[in-house]
């Protein structure tokens, strides 16, 4: 478990800093840890709990709700 304190580095505003940042990212000195726009640690703690989240949900729902979530998502999908 991560604590509050371990954050992920922000790009600086200076412009001086922001071009030394990048030169060290594409040289590989630095790590970009905003590579695609994504930190990988969020997007592994996304992934644990959104693969249980549906499948939790559905058993919890009777066969109607499911039906009528289904058909609202069908409508606002196909625009019907």
Known sequence: MES????KKKRPRDPSQLAK???????????DALKNGKDP???????KGGSKGGKARAQKLS???????A??????RWGH
């Open 41 to 47: 640690k969020a997007v592994a703690r996304g992934k």
């Open 63 to 69: 066969a109607k709700e499911r039906s009528a979530a």
């Open 21 to 31: 940042m990048i030169v060290d990212i594409a040289t590989g000195e630095a790590d």
């Open 71 to 76: 058909s609202r998502a069908a409508r606002a």
């Open 4 to 7: 509050m304190t371990d954050t």
